[in-house]
């Protein structure tokens, strides 16, 4: 038999893990935790221990893992067909899909584009953008607009369109160029307004930018409400209200990148719904298949799609195609995820928890070294800092938030931060007093780590 440490020494010598520095492995006693199993909120180690799944397996898991009514659709779905192309081609599954999201989304929706993972949706909505423009004559519309810290996946497209330094900064000789605009990041709010109280101020500059350059803007691309990997950063949904009357006005796409956001992590299927608006691209992954496999979708409507609508000498088609476009098991769990989430009144029953957990979070506003606690929906946010007045960060290469995270790993609970950034966004199945217990856990590893040392 091959002991839990043979397994984690062939792990460090065959797998180069994301978004890791391999060598804090060399000489530490943290390791690649092996997961056996997962059920429900728990993910369990080979030792049999315990976590709550608190960051949804990368804000992926919506409905538990090992979902016993997701598998038999899964395994169902792979006696009949397990995958074949979907040019020429089609499949029960793609279309019921194709069709359910579209009632979902609601006018003026109208078109499915499948795709793997968030990030070719994105690159999906970015050249679905651009070829639309070109083929209106406007192919000087080339430049896309997006926040300061944002993150729409790590191909080099939605790298482009990204605004992370970690992410980008060393690919910026290969990125194509883009403009960018400040974040509306309340905490530190770029215009010195009381969060809370403002008129959404620091919009003027995205007014300026479009007066000025709107006959050379294709699209601004926006996460909703919150920049997840900024470190879950929010902002109001009034924001996006006032972002859609803008693009209307100079004539600019808007392109809604909700592959963190859908399928209820805002407490709405869609985040743009908080905002009433209808975004002219918008992109799911994740959540889609209630995190279960990869599958993603940009989904827009008729306004786009007639464009490249023409006979076939006119040179109008859209090429782009991944091997594994509209998976048929993918989209089998896709359409049970919505099944379920409509038959178990998901949505309804996240009310409450979102209550419960705005009731968990105040607690973190005493803590000597949080700056911020905010929350949208089922996300709640914490934000470390070395100085609660001068809001002065922890210094990045400190690691405070990974200490917290092998802190709370200790005791139960995953909670793999960004930065100084502490953040909560279980599976949205949790049980209100598992809410508790994974905050209790989360303040008792903050306050361990940043006041006992
Ligand atoms: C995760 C994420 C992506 C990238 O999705 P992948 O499936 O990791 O490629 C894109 N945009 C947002 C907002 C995300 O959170």
């Not at 040019?87 to 599954?93: E, M, S, V």
């Not at 995820?337 to 957990?357: A, S, T």
Request: proline share 4%; net charge neutral; hydrophobic share 40%.
């Amino acid at each position: 038999m091959i002991t839990k440490q043979e397994w984690i020494e062939k792990d460090l010598k065959y797998v180069w893990h994301p978004d890791t520095q391999m060598k804090q492995y060399e000489g530490s006693d943290f390791k690649p935790v092996i997961i056996e199993k997962g059920e429900g909120i728990y993910l369990y180690d080979t030792d049999g221990n315990k976590y709550i799944d608190g960051v949804s397996s990368w804000w992926v898991n919506t409905l538990g893992h090992s979902n016993p009514k997701l598998n038999k659709v899964l395994t169902e779905q792979a006696q009949k067909i397990e995958h074949v192309l979907l040019a020429d081609f089609t499949h029960k599954p793609a279309i019921e899909l194709a069709q359910k999201l579209v009632e979902l989304a609601g006018e003026p929706f109208s078109k499915v584009f499948y795709s793997d993972d968030g990030s070719t949706a994105v690159e999906v909505a970015l050249k679905m953008a651009y070829q639309y423009w070109y083929q209106k004559g406007r192919a000087e519309k080339r430049y896309f607009v997006s926040m300061t810290d944002s993150y729409h996946g790590d191909t080099l497209g939605s790298v482009s369109v990204g605004g992370i330094d970690i992410y980008k900064k060393i690919f910026n000789p290969l990125v194509f160029e883009t403009l960018k605009v400040c974040a509306p990041y309340c905490y530190r709010c770029p215009k010195n307004k009381q969060q809370g109280c403002c008129n959404i101020e620091c919009i003027c500059e995205i007014e300026e930018l479009f007066k000025e350059r709107h006959n050379e803007i294709a699209a601004m691309i926006v996460e909703p409400l919150v920049q997840g990997a900024a470190g879950m950063r929010m902002y109001p949904a009034q924001y996006l209200t006032r972002l859609r009357k803008l693009c209307d006005k100079y004539d600019i796409l808007l392109i809604d990148d909700e592959v963190a956001m859908a399928f209820g992590r805002t407490g709405k299927y869609f985040a743009f719904e908080h905002a009433g608006i209808k975004p002219d691209i918008f992109c799911v992954a994740k959540g889609i298949t209630a995190g279960y496999i990869p599958l993603a979708a940009t989904i827009t409507t008729d306004k786009i799609y007639n464009t490249f609508y023409d006979d076939f000498s006119a040179l109008k088609t859209f090429y782009h195609g991944h091997s594994f476009t509209g998976n048929p098991i993918a989209c089998a769990v896709a359409i049970e995820n919505l099944k379920i989430m409509r038959e178990e009144k998901i949505i309804e029953n996240l009310q409450p928890k979102i209550i419960k957990l705005k009731q968990c979070l105040e607690q973190f506003e005493n803590l000597k070294h949080v700056g911020d606690v905010r929350q949208t929906g089922m996300i709640g946010a914490i934000e470390m800092v070395k100085d609660k007045n001068t809001k002065e960060p922890y210094p990045f290469v400190e690691r405070t938030g990974h200490k917290v995270f092998k802190e709370a790993l200790k005791n139960g609970a995953i909670l793999r931060p960004i930065g100084n950034v502490i953040y909560f966004m279980p599976p949205l199945i949790i049980k209100n007093e598992e809410i508790e217990k994974l905050t209790k856990i989360a303040y008792n590893a903050i306050k361990t780590v940043t006041e006992m040392n």
